[in-house]
C-alpha cells in the first residue's frame, strides 16, 4: 500500500505565500505523476497543478505565475509553492499521486488525507 501525508498547510494573510508538501510512503516501485487538487466548501474537487516523472508541470489558469509545483524523486516528495495568495485559493488541498507498488502490475492512484489553507486578513 501506499501513503500519502500532507503538512504545511494553514493560515495566511491576503498576498502572503505558503507552501505544501506531501510525501508518499510504502512499497513503491515508481510515481508517474503527483499533483494537487482543492475543495473549498460546496463545490468540486479541482485540479491545481500537477507534475510528471519527466519534471514537465501543468497548472490550473487560476494559479499560473502565482503557484509552483515541484518533487523531489528521491524522497517521493511534492511541492506546492503559493505565493501572492487570494482569499479565494482558500480550500482543503489534497495530494494525488499515480503509483506502481512493488507487487501491482499497474498504475493505481492515491489521495492524502488534505490540508486546509485559509487566505484571510
Do not use: H
Amino acid at each position: 500500500q501506499v501513503q500519502l501525508v500532507e503538512s504545511g498547510g494553514g493560515l495566511v494573510q491576503p498576498g502572503g505565500s505558503l507552501r505544501v508538501s506531501c510525501a508518499a510512503s510504502g512499497s513503491i516501485f515508481s510515481i508517474n505523476r503527483m499533483g494537487w487538487y482543492r475543495q473549498a466548501p460546496g463545490l468540486e474537487r479541482d485540479l491545481v497543478a500537477v507534475i510528471f516523472s519527466g519534471g514537465s508541470a501543468n497548472y490550473a489558469d487560476s494559479v499560473k505565475g502565482r503557484f509552483t509545483i515541484s518533487r523531489d524523486n528521491a524522497k517521493n516528495t511534492v511541492y506546492l509553492q503559493m505565493n501572492s495568495l487570494k482569499p479565494e485559493d482558500t480550500a482543503v488541498y489534497y495530494c494525488n499521486a499515480v503509483v506502481r507498488t512493488t507487487t501491482q502490475l499497474y498504475d493505481y492512484e492515491y489521495w492524502g488525507q488534505g490540508t486546509q489553507v485559509t487566505v484571510s486578513s
